[in-house]
Nanobody
Framework: QVQLVESGGGLVQAGGSLRLSCAAS????????MGWFRQAPGKEREFVAC???????YYADSVRGRFVISRDNAKNTLYLQMNSLKPEDTAVYYC?????????????????WGQGTQITVSS
């Protein structure tokens, strides 16, 4: 079965950096859109970034210029480099994958989800 497993979460001070990884297994996602979402306590899950099947990248306004999404198709792995972290970036971060190539910022468009990894940014 398809599995997405995130890693790289943790505690970091404001202004610091972290890199999240999402290792996929069970199928290849090299031509599929994949994305990152996050959910803070008491809030709805929100879009962070996605990478389309053609490698186009898209970001939420709140992270554009600070976060970079990328993928290594040979490793079937998705990444999220997070720089200049802020306390408001604190959330559980989820990796997600679509069965299609097109990008989407809507969680309902994603077919596969990881279990999530906690990011806590201290002030």
């Amino acid at each position: 079965q398809v599995q997405l497993v995130e890693s790289g979460g943790g505690l970091v001070q404001a202004g610091g950096s972290l890199r999240l990884s999402c290792a996929a297994s069970g199928r290849t996602f090299s031509s599929s859109a994949m994305g990152w979402f996050r959910q803070a306590p008491g809030k709805e899950r929100e879009f962070v970034a996605c990478i389309a099947g053609n490698a186009g990248t898209y970001y939420a306004d709140s992270v554009r210029g600070r976060f970079v999404i990328s993928r290594d198709n040979a490793k079937n792995t998705l990444y999220l480099q997070m720089n200049s972290l802020k306390p408001e970036d604190t959330a559980v971060y989820y990796c997600a994958a679509r069965s299609s190539r097109g990008p989407s910022g809507m969680s309902r468009d994603y077919d596969y989800w990881g279990q999530g990894t906690q990011i806590t940014v201290s002030s």
